[in-house]
């Protein structure tokens, strides 16, 4: 159902008066997903940089324990890195009273890639009746 001119003339209006409050902006930034995905993209770069650091101090000082930990720290590090940057391009995020859920469809698959057990489960359900 379309809106009215009234109805348009007023929406426009508050599209106008949230645009120039910059508490509302800061706040819808806020509670987006994607700015909390990149916020975390960068301090496990941070992370991953201090790791790399720690590994060759602990390998120019001769202290392999010490390099195996920056090693470690630049993996976990890393590995976090690549769940926040899947998370941020998943497009089934959505904001819910300001914090992130993940939402499935219907179907009960989302679209990306389907693990392991998700197709286990799918070839449970469509097996013949049978053989149960």
């Known amino acids: 159902m379309p809106l009215s001119e009234h109805e348009q003339r007023l929406f426009e209006q508050i599209e ?25 993209l960068l301090v496990a770069a941070g992370v991953i940089i201090a790791g790399l650091a720690l590994l060759v101090y602990g390998a120019v000082i001769k202290t392999p324990p010490l390099a195996v930990a920056g090693f470690v720290v ?19 995020l959505h904001v819910v009273g300001g914090t992130t859920s993940r939402r499935r469809p219907r179907g009960g698959r989302s679209g990306r890639k389907s693990s392991l057990l998700d197709r286990m489960e799918d070839r449970w359900r469509q097996r013949p009746e049978g053989h149960r």
Request: aromatic share 6%.
């Open 74 to 92: 630049m993996l976990a590090s890393a590995a976090y890195a690549v769940q926040s940057h899947r998370r941020a391009q998943s497009p089934d």
């Open 16 to 40: 106008r008066s949230l645009a120039e409050d910059p508490k509302f902006a800061s706040a819808v930034r806020a509670s987006d997903p994607r700015f909390h995905a990149r916020r975390r």
